[in-house]
């Protein structure tokens, strides 16, 4: 990637893949919503992916990367309940700390910002296509 | 309506690009070698031998004959065509922490590229001052953005038919319908 230089296309797919990262752990924090540990070793904790900006010297253009995914946000909660199979010798489960919100609020944002991507791409290739046709 | 947005290039050229409260520098890495600027008045008379294969003035004469056929209007096209890509870049970086937003002055950069100069529009590249900053420190404004996206590609449309004007106007001349 790194040889060429970048172009309008490469910077919006860029983009919309780093977004498909950020909805991915969004769908992964929220599937384990609720559910409940014997440690807080072994509970769930909502991963996050980190952005980092790319720039591309050649033609001054700056695209997105996934530099890693993180796990983020609180600890698991311990509750009482000694009913639970997965209950402990006190009777405690841990419970996994996803703030259900913050995620739906998460994949609102990043599902626009990837159909913003998208928009960008088309408009591109709108244009790009009318420029081919100067002087038919 | 925000008053930015209004008016034509020239106005919008007299717009102070002003740097955010705590700038991210561009990287050096963005930085173009300047090359000078190609001399203009060299008569056919003064030229010997081997001179005419001077890449200067082979390039001196494309951009004339470019200018004799489309006027500003070629340059006009590149220069919108990087603007696009850089308000792209800013579009893509809406949910990066710390990227600091960047627009192309379009009236400056197209005085550049028509005096000739390469690297007229990285040298009128300024970060855009954001109406409000946000805490992680991006100054992308998604609707400033979108608008200037918009603009900039019917600005860009006007001028591909222009020279389609153009190219219609001399593809007649040369039929003699």
């Known amino acids: 990637m790194a040889d060429n230089p970048m172009n309008i296309f490469q910077v919006a797919g860029r983009a919309m893949s780093a977004q498909l990262v950020r909805m991915n752990t969004t769908a992964s924090n929220l599937a384990n919503a609720g559910g409940v540990a014997t440690t807080p070793d072994a509970a769930y904790r909502s991963i996050k992916p980190v952005f980092r900006t790319q720039f591309d010297a050649a033609s001054g253009m700056a695209t997105v990367n996934v530099e890693r995914v993180v796990t983020a946000g609180e600890e698991p909660t311990k509750r009482y309940d000694p009913g639970n199979p997965l209950a402990d010798q006190d009777g405690n489960v841990w419970e996994n700390a996803v703030d259900e919100t913050r995620e739906l609020v998460d994949m609102l944002e990043s599902a626009r910002t990837y159909q913003n991507n998208v928009e960008v791409m088309q408009t591109a290739k709108s244009l790009i296509v009318d420029t081919l046709k100067l002087g038919r | ?177």
């Open chain 2, 1 to 177: 309506m925000d008053p930015r947005l209004r008016g034509d290039d020239e106005e919008r050229a007299n717009i102070p690009f002003r740097l955010p409260g705590n700038p991210q520098p561009a990287p050096a890495s963005l930085c173009r070698p300047t090359l000078p600027p190609p001399a203009i008045a060299i008569k056919s008379s003064t030229w010997h031998g081997g001179c005419k294969d001077h890449p200067a003035i082979i390039r001196d004469q494309a951009v004339m004959a470019e200018n004799d056929l489309f006027g500003i209007h070629g340059a006009a096209l590149a220069v919108r065509s990087q603007r696009m890509a850089t308000l792209a870049s800013n579009i893509a970086n809406a949910s990066t922490p710390g990227y600091k937003a960047k627009d192309v002055d379009f009236a400056a950069a197209l005085k550049g590229a028509e005096t000739g100069r390469v690297d007229a529009v990285a040298a009128n590249t300024k970060y855009r001052l954001p109406t409000q900053m946000s805490m992680d420190g991006n100054t992308v404004e998604l609707a400033t953005e979108q608008t200037a996206f918009a603009e900039n590609a019917v600005a860009y449309q006007t001028t591909l038919s222009f020279l389609n004007g153009r190219i219609a106007t001399i593809t007649r001349a040369l039929k003699g319908e």
